[in-house]
T-cell receptor, first 117, second 112 residues
Framework: NAGVMQNPRHLVRRRGQEARLRCSPM?????VYWYRQLPEEGLKFMVY????????ESGMPKERFSAEFPKEGPSILRIQQVVRGDSAAYFC???????????????FGDGTRLSIL | GENVEQHPSTLSVQEGDSAVIKCTYS??????FPWYKQELGKRPQLIID?????GEKKDQRIAVTLNKTAKHFSLHITETQPEDSAVYFC???????????FGPGTRLSVLP
């Protein structure tokens, strides 16, 4: 029973390059959430997606950042023209779909550590 | 929007003692409160959760209590062990289709 899969685990980019982070949710999960974590800090919500829909992107910077969750394939968090301040751990989480309308826990992947040189 | 505060930020206890971490939330519409444990360099892992129609929930050495009136909820760990050392995060959510708002975390150290 595979959990949430994120790749790559570590990603190094130079300033100005693009970073693409991938997340495959747990089997049967159709909700994906992206969080950012700086060292010694908490988890900051970025974006919440369902298949082919962005539900809430209130935590994502308006420029350079975008996210998608296509009908087929993983969710992708894309950061264009990276800057040093983008260095962080980016975690993806997933939760089940619409069987119930009560909250379901989110299950996290191992994260992608992004380093900007 | 929702704001979640968490105290203390660091906590050291002797092995075998109890540890209590408290969180407060601002939005009375929040109705789901999970707790996550994150070891160094690893993913956050769900350890227990509670919904607003319940006042207390236990799972072996871990318990969570919820006071909706005061808008706070607490994590209790009894008979702590060194492997309990980690950062613990509380979160609050308003329901289906809503993201989680996390507290800033508590670093728990269990001293042998």
């Amino acid at each position: 029973n595979a959990g949430v899969m994120q790749n790559p685990r570590h990603l190094v980019r130079r300033r100005g390059q693009e970073a693409r982070l991938r997340c495959s949710p747990m089997k049967g999960h159709s909700h994906v959430y992206w969080y950012r974590q700086l060292p010694e800090e908490g988890l900051k919500f970025m974006v919440y997606l369902q298949k082919e829909n962005i539900i809430d992107e209130s935590g994502m910077p308006k420029e350079r950042f975008s996210a998608e969750f296509p009908k087929e394939g993983p969710s992708i968090l894309r950061i264009q023209q990276v800057v040093r301040g983008d260095s962080a751990a980016y975690f993806c989480a997933s939760s089940p779909g619409q069987r119930t309308y009560s909250n379901q826990p989110q299950h996290f992947g191992d994260g992608t550590r992004l380093s900007i040189l | 929007g929702e704001n979640v505060e968490q105290h203390p930020s660091t906590l050291s206890v002797q092995e075998g003692d109890s540890a209590v971490i408290k969180c407060t939330y601002s939005d009375s519409a929040s109705n789901y409160f999970p707790w996550y444990k994150q070891e160094l360099g690893k993913r956050p892992q769900l350890i227990i959760d509670i919904r607003s129609n319940v006042g207390e929930k236990k799972d072996q050495r871990i318990a969570v209590t919820l006071n909706k009136t005061a808008k706070h909820f607490s994590l209790h760990i009894t008979e702590t062990q060194p492997e309990d050392s980690a950062v613990y995060f509380c979160a609050a959510s308003k329901g289906y289709g809503q993201n989680f708002v996390f507290g800033p975390g508590t670093r728990l150290s269990v001293l042998p």
